[in-house]
């Protein structure tokens, strides 16, 4: 049997307070091989901690530990800070929520995806350039050499997000984590975003895991959907039988959700004592 490319057990992530440690995730575990696996749940869940645990981006005083977290083998816990930054873009790279907060305003578009080709490899200026360019036009922007001449202020949130996954998918990482990548756009510019991701996912043969509170849009791309509660996964299904799934937690998010055809006078509000306990 295949090793799986990333593996978590027991995963916790806690950060001090006043009354103690607190856990935002608890013990925790899946794996993961060359597929697309979604992880919703309402804010709060524990989704983007876990996400940013695994790139060992949860920092002092907050603290993560873990039976086993191996990607490809490698014990992520034992690595050391420049053992990891090694790792990070080059392997997996992590796609965060809004790209006003997550590009550097005064580097341009071109030398911000360029900067993970300059750390992570020996290739020349002229070839870097061409690598810029052409990820730009596999991400769908038109006229890739003059928005690698741009500032982010100069793009819209559509063409921002879009840089990003550019930046991400450079390397040509193993493994992509996404965050709510498409969280800031309008509907029709989020399908065009999930599609590019899509697409590169496939023809790269890569793992992902797509963070995200809409289990509909998770349910389109991904192959299976770990659905998480305050810190804990309630439930593991195949994307497509999403419909299908059993935890009172679950189908209250699935309830909740409108319909095109809707005729309900009201949407149903989340009973949470109906999974106490489960």
């Keep these: 049997m295949t090793a799986p490319l990333l593996d978590v057990q027991n995963l916790r992530v806690s950060f001090p307070t006043h009354r103690g440690r607190v856990e935002v995730v608890k013990g925790i575990s899946f794996s993961l091989g060359r597929e697309r696996l979604g992880i919703v749940g309402e804010s709060g869940s524990g989704k983007s901690m876990t996400g940013r645990s695994i790139l060992r981006l949860i920092r002092a005083p907050g603290k993560v530990t873990a039976d086993r977290l191996k990607f490809d083998g490698i014990d992520l816990l034992s690595q050391t800070e420049k053992q990891m930054r090694a790792i990070r873009g080059a392997r997996i790279s992590m796609v965060m929520q809004d790209p006003k907060f997550s590009l550097n305003p005064v580097l341009t578009v071109g030398d911000q995806i360029a900067e993970a080709l300059h750390y992570h490899t020996s290739l020349p200026r002229r070839d870097i350039r061409a690598r810029v360019l052409s990820m730009l036009e596999a991400v769908r922007i038109n006229e890739p050499e003059r928005v690698a001449r741009l500032y982010p202020h100069e793009v819209s949130g559509g063409m921002g997000q879009r840089i990003m996954i550019a930046m991400m998918l450079?390397?040509?990482?193993?493994?992509?984590?996404?965050?709510?990548?498409?969280?800031?756009?309008?509907?029709?510019?989020?399908?065009?975003?999930?599609?590019?991701?899509?697409?590169?996912?496939?023809?790269?043969?890569?793992?992902?895991?797509?963070?995200?509170?809409?289990?509909?849009?998770?349910s389109r791309y991904c192959d299976r959907i770990l659905v998480m509660n305050s810190g804990e996964v309630v439930e593991e299904c195949e994307a497509k039988a999403l419909s299908q799934a059993s935890h009172p937690y679950t189908k209250g998010l699935l309830a909740a959700m409108p319909r095109i055809d809707e005729t309900r006078e009201a949407l149903p509000v989340l009973d949470r004592t109906a999974w106490a306990g489960t």
């Design 170 to 218: 450079i390397p040509e990482p193993e493994l992509l984590i996404a965050d709510e990548p498409t969280s800031a756009l309008d509907v029709s510019v989020q399908a065009q975003v999930l599609d590019i991701i899509d697409e590169l996912i496939r023809t790269k043969g890569m793992g992902l895991i797509l963070i995200s509170h809409d289990l509909n849009l998770v």
